[in-house]
């Protein structure tokens, strides 16, 4: 596509692209509104810097693109706005948000289109997040892999993720968390486009095989999704927000700066059941 309001840089071939010539904190007009999302189709994540938004206007951008999704295990949210999760960690933490490869609440029958993550607060180095293309690990599967998997489904449970996640925190469990059944192959509802839709975090296992057959075919979906060729790593600087969509990328964020601070906001938006 070719950009008349904003320019846009793609930082892999695959993947990743950082944006710029826009303030997020203001009103966009409808062709700068198009062109951040045909960057955001084009690229699966973008990356805009030296933005400086309240909660109000990053809840107000995120509604651009969709109706807000409020997490069903949110540990912390902002007062006053249960629509932003915040994503923090410091010399106290046990863990961190997203430490393994995963698709934001994929557990969900209809789970998130896309995430706005605005980060804040840094520490002095580290703290990365890899975003990686599940259309690139799609097309990288040999025919036969691919025969295979069409037409396959695969269980994504929330239960094992979030029971007893935040008990050190005070937060008390809910009575259940979602689960859902999702094609292992999803089609993107506006590319048309295969990606693999199975990871590490939520999916348990795939229905219909043995046990052991499906934990030996996801385990080798796991290890190939997360190849570095299909990969783009953001370096965060203080204000700078990622926006991905969660329909063909996974993401990581890396927790190698203990026991320094890291902390932002994230705004999610609701998605389709996929197919």
């Known amino acids: 596509m070719t950009y008349a ?61 969709g ?46 289109m896309g995430s706005i993550l605005y980060m804040q607060e840094l520490p002095p180095v580290g703290g990365d997040t890899l975003f990686a293309s ?15 998997l069409d037409g396959l489904t695969a269980i994504h449970d929330g239960e094992p993720v979030y029971r007893g996640l935040y008990a050190n925190l005070g937060v008390a469990d809910k009575p259940a968390y979602p689960r859902a059944e999702h094609p292992v192959i999803r089609t993107h509802p506006v590319t048309g486009k295969k990606a693999l839709y199975v990871n590490r975090g939520f999916t348990t296992h795939i229905v219909g095989v043995p046990r052991d057959e499906s934990d030996a075919v996801l385990r080798y979906l796991y290890d190939h999704t997360e190849n570095p060729l299909f990969q783009c790593r953001f370096r965060w600087s203080e204000n700078a927000i990622a926006f991905w969509d969660n329909r ?8 190698d700066y203990w026991p320094h601070t890291r902390s932002g906001n994230r705004v999610t938006v609701k998605g389709d059941r996929p197919v």
């Open 5 to 65: 309001s904003i320019q846009v840089e793609k930082l892999t071939p695959y993947t990743g692209a950082e944006v710029r010539g826009v303030d997020l904190s203001q009103p966009l007009d409808e062709q700068t509104f198009k062109e951040i999302h045909a960057a955001l189709i084009d690229n699966g994540v973008i990356f805009f810097r030296d933005q400086h938004l309240t909660p109000d206007q990053q809840k107000a951008f995120g509604r651009l693109f």
């Open 67 to 112: 109706e807000l999704h409020i997490h069903p295990a949110a540990p912390s949210l902002l007062e006053g706005h249960p629509e932003i999760l915040v994503i923090h960690a410091d010399e106290n933490s046990r863990h961190v948000a997203g430490e393994n490869w995963h698709s934001d609440v994929s557990c969900d029958p209809e789970p998130p």
């Open 134 to 148: 599940m259309y690139a690990a799609y097309e990288a599967l040999s025919d036969r892999m691919k025969t295979y």
């Open 248 to 255: 063909c990328v996974q993401h990581h964020a890396m927790w």
